[in-house]
C-alpha cells in the first residue's frame, strides 16, 4: 500500500541520488574550508606547507575551491594560522587568482588572517603582498626581498634590476653571465605575451618575486604567467610533432608533465628548426645544464617537472597557467663560466 505522504518511486530514487551527491560534496568541501561562519563567510583553511612547488596538489585544489567560492559571489575567509612552511609562488598564485576575478568584473569580498608561526607572517609582510591588497599592514622593507612585480610585457630596466639583486646578494659584479640571466627573464616576459595568449584572452599577465636565502646562501626565484599553459600551447601550436613523439615513445597520448619535459628539451621547433617566437624553454635549460642557475622546476596544467630530478609528475588539479622557479646558488655561481 502506497504510503500517501511519501514520495513516488522516482522522486524517492531521485532524493537517495541527491542526498549520495550531497555527502561526497560534504566529504570534499571538509577537507578545504569549514563551511560558513558566523559573518556568513566561507573559511579557507590554508594548508600547513603553503608552497606551490612542495605542496601542488593540495595548494591547487584549495585555490580552485576559492576560485569557485568567488565565482559565485560568495564571501571568503583565508584562516591561515595552521601554515607551517610558506614559499613565495604561493603569494604570486594568490595574487594572480584574485587579479584575475577583478579583471572578470567580479565582486570581491575576501578577507583573512596571518599564520601564528612568526617567520611564515614575516615572509608574508615582506614579499609586497600588501601592496596588492587592501589591508592595515604595510609591506615591510628588506633587502633580502625584490618584491612582487607584475606586468604585460617585456620590461628590460626592471630585468636589469633583478640582475642587481642578484649580483648583490651572490657577491659578484657583472660579466658574461650578466647576458645569460638577464636573458632569462626578458624570456619569461616576452614568452608569457606571444605563446600564452590568443586574440581572445586580454588578461594576459606576468608575476614575479625573488628572495636571498643567506642560510642556505641562494638567491630564489619565482616567475608564473596566467596564460594557458605550456601543454596547451604545445599541444596548439605543434600538434603533429606531439603525436609523432607520443608514437615513437608509444604512447596514446602525451601526458602534460612530459609536454613540459620535451619543451624543455627542445622537441618542439619550427620547419627552420627555429624554436617557436624565441629560445623559451630551451634556452633555460641550457642555462640550467651549463649551472648558471640551479633547481628549475617548471609547473604547468596538470604537469610538472624538476630538472634536478629529471622527474615529471601529474598533478590531479589543473594549474592554470605557468610557474617557474629557479635558484642562483652562491657556489654555482662562482664557479659557472
Given at each position: 500500500?502506497?504510503?500517501?505522504?511519501?514520495?513516488?518511486?522516482?522522486?524517492?530514487?531521485?532524493?537517495?541520488?541527491?542526498?549520495?551527491?550531497?555527502r561526497?560534496?560534504?566529504?570534499?568541501?571538509?577537507?578545504?574550508?569549514?563551511g560558513?561562519?558566523?559573518?556568513?563567510?566561507?573559511?579557507?583553511?590554508?594548508?600547513p606547507?603553503?608552497?606551490?612547488?612542495?605542496?601542488?596538489?593540495?595548494?591547487?585544489?584549495?585555490?580552485?575551491?576559492?576560485?569557485?567560492?568567488?565565482?559565485?559571489?560568495?564571501?571568503?575567509f583565508?584562516?591561515?594560522?595552521?601554515?607551517k612552511?610558506i614559499t613565495?609562488?604561493?603569494?604570486?598564485?594568490?595574487?594572480?587568482?584574485?587579479?584575475?576575478?577583478?579583471?572578470?568584473?567580479?565582486?570581491?569580498?575576501?578577507?583573512?588572517?596571518?599564520p601564528?608561526?612568526?617567520?611564515?607572517?614575516?615572509?608574508?609582510?615582506?614579499s609586497?603582498?600588501?601592496?596588492?591588497?587592501?589591508?592595515?599592514?604595510?609591506?615591510?622593507?628588506?633587502?633580502?626581498?625584490?618584491?612582487?612585480?607584475?606586468?604585460?610585457?617585456?620590461?628590460?630596466?626592471?630585468?636589469?634590476?633583478?640582475?642587481?639583486?642578484?649580483?648583490?646578494?651572490?657577491?659578484?659584479?657583472?660579466?658574461?653571465k650578466?647576458?645569460?640571466?638577464?636573458?632569462?627573464?626578458?624570456?619569461?616576459?616576452?614568452?608569457?605575451?606571444?605563446?600564452?595568449?590568443?586574440?581572445?584572452?586580454?588578461?594576459?599577465?606576468?608575476?614575479?618575486?625573488?628572495?636571498?636565502?643567506?642560510?642556505?646562501?641562494?638567491v630564489?626565484?619565482?616567475?608564473?604567467?596566467?596564460?594557458?599553459g605550456?601543454?596547451?600551447?604545445?599541444?596548439?601550436?605543434?600538434?603533429?610533432?606531439?603525436?609523432?613523439?607520443?608514437?615513437?615513445?608509444?604512447?596514446?597520448k602525451?601526458?602534460?608533465?612530459?609536454?613540459?619535459?620535451?619543451?624543455?628539451?627542445?622537441?618542439?621547433?619550427?620547419?627552420?628548426?627555429?624554436?617557436?617566437?624565441?629560445?623559451g624553454?630551451?634556452s633555460?635549460?641550457?642555462?640550467?645544464?651549463?649551472?648558471?642557475?640551479?633547481?628549475?622546476?617548471?609547473?604547468?596544467?596538470?604537469?610538472?617537472?624538476?630538472?634536478?630530478?629529471?622527474?615529471?609528475?601529474?598533478?590531479?588539479h589543473?594549474?592554470?597557467?605557468?610557474?617557474?622557479?629557479?635558484?642562483?646558488?652562491?657556489?654555482?655561481?662562482?664557479?659557472?663560466?
Amino acid at each position: 500500500m502506497k504510503k500517501i505522504f511519501g514520495p513516488s518511486e522516482p522522486r524517492k530514487r531521485q532524493l537517495i541520488f541527491i542526498r549520495r551527491k550531497f555527502r561526497r560534496s560534504v566529504r570534499i568541501s571538509k577537507i578545504i574550508y569549514y563551511g560558513k561562519d558566523q559573518h556568513d563567510r566561507y573559511v579557507i583553511n590554508c594548508p600547513p606547507a603553503f608552497s606551490v612547488v612542495d605542496n601542488p596538489n593540495e595548494m591547487v585544489s584549495t585555490f580552485a575551491k576559492v576560485e569557485e567560492l568567488i565565482y559565485n559571489n560568495k564571501k571568503v575567509f583565508f584562516n591561515m594560522t595552521k601554515i607551517k612552511t610558506i614559499t613565495l609562488d604561493a603569494v604570486l598564485y594568490l595574487l594572480a587568482l584574485l587579479d584575475r576575478a577583478k579583471k572578470a568584473k567580479y565582486i570581491l569580498n575576501i578577507s583573512g588572517n596571518l599564520p601564528l608561526d612568526r617567520k611564515c607572517k614575516e615572509t608574508i609582510g615582506k614579499s609586497g603582498f600588501y601592496d596588492f591588497v587592501v589591508s592595515k599592514s604595510a609591506t615591510i622593507t628588506s633587502s633580502d626581498y625584490f618584491t612582487v612585480r607584475n606586468g604585460e610585457k617585456s620590461d628590460s630596466p626592471l630585468a636589469n634590476d633583478v640582475l642587481d639583486f642578484v649580483y648583490r646578494h651572490t657577491g659578484q659584479e657583472r660579466d658574461l653571465k650578466s647576458r645569460r640571466i638577464y636573458n632569462i627573464i626578458i624570456e619569461c616576459m616576452v614568452n608569457t605575451w606571444h605563446h600564452a595568449y590568443d586574440s581572445s584572452h586580454k588578461t594576459n599577465q606576468w608575476w614575479m618575486i625573488a628572495s636571498n636565502e643567506k642560510d642556505k646562501k641562494r638567491v630564489r626565484f619565482y616567475f608564473f604567467d596566467t596564460g594557458k599553459g605550456i601543454p596547451t600551447t604545445v599541444a596548439k601550436n605543434f600538434g603533429d610533432m606531439v603525436g609523432a613523439l607520443a608514437k615513437k615513445l608509444k604512447l596514446k597520448k602525451l601526458r602534460d608533465g612530459a609536454l613540459i619535459k620535451s619543451a624543455l628539451d627542445g622537441e618542439f621547433r619550427t620547419s627552420t628548426r627555429q624554436h617557436h617566437r624565441g629560445k623559451g624553454l630551451p634556452s633555460m635549460k641550457e642555462t640550467y645544464n651549463t649551472k648558471n642557475i640551479s633547481d628549475l622546476i617548471v609547473i604547468s596544467n596538470r604537469g610538472m617537472y624538476r630538472c634536478a630530478m629529471g622527474e615529471t609528475i601529474e598533478l590531479k588539479h589543473r594549474f592554470k597557467g605557468t610557474l617557474l622557479a629557479w635558484e642562483f646558488s652562491y657556489s654555482d655561481f662562482k664557479e659557472a663560466s
